[in-house]
C-alpha cells in the first residue's frame, strides 16, 4: 500500500485544541470556560488544561539550600 502524501498526518485539531486547554489553565481560567461542545474536542481541551494545571508546582531547584 503506496502512503498517502496529502499531509493527513499533520491535520490533527486535537493538539491544537490541547494546547489552547494548556493555556487557558497557564492563565488561570475555570474549568468551566472550555469553549468546546463536541465531547472529542471537550476532552482534548480538557486533557491539555489538567496536564498544564499539574505541570505549575513552581519549584526553584536552583536556588534550594540542600
Known amino acids: 500500500m ?3 502524501k ?3 498526518k ?3 485539531p486535537h493538539t491544537t ?9 497557564r492563565r488561570g481560567a475555570p474549568v468551566h ?7 472529542a474536542m471537550r476532552n482534548s481541551w480538557l486533557r491539555g488544561f489538567s ?3 499539574q505541570m ?3 519549584f526553584d ?3 534550594a539550600d540542600a
Open 2 to 4: 503506496d502512503k498517502k
Open 6 to 8: 496529502d499531509r493527513r
Open 10 to 12: 499533520q491535520n490533527n
Open 17 to 25: 485544541v490541547m494546547g489552547a486547554g494548556a493555556d487557558a489553565a
Open 33 to 39: 470556560s472550555c469553549p468546546y461542545s463536541h465531547p
Open 51 to 53: 496536564a498544564a494545571q
Open 56 to 58: 505549575t508546582f513552581g
Open 61 to 63: 531547584l536552583e536556588s
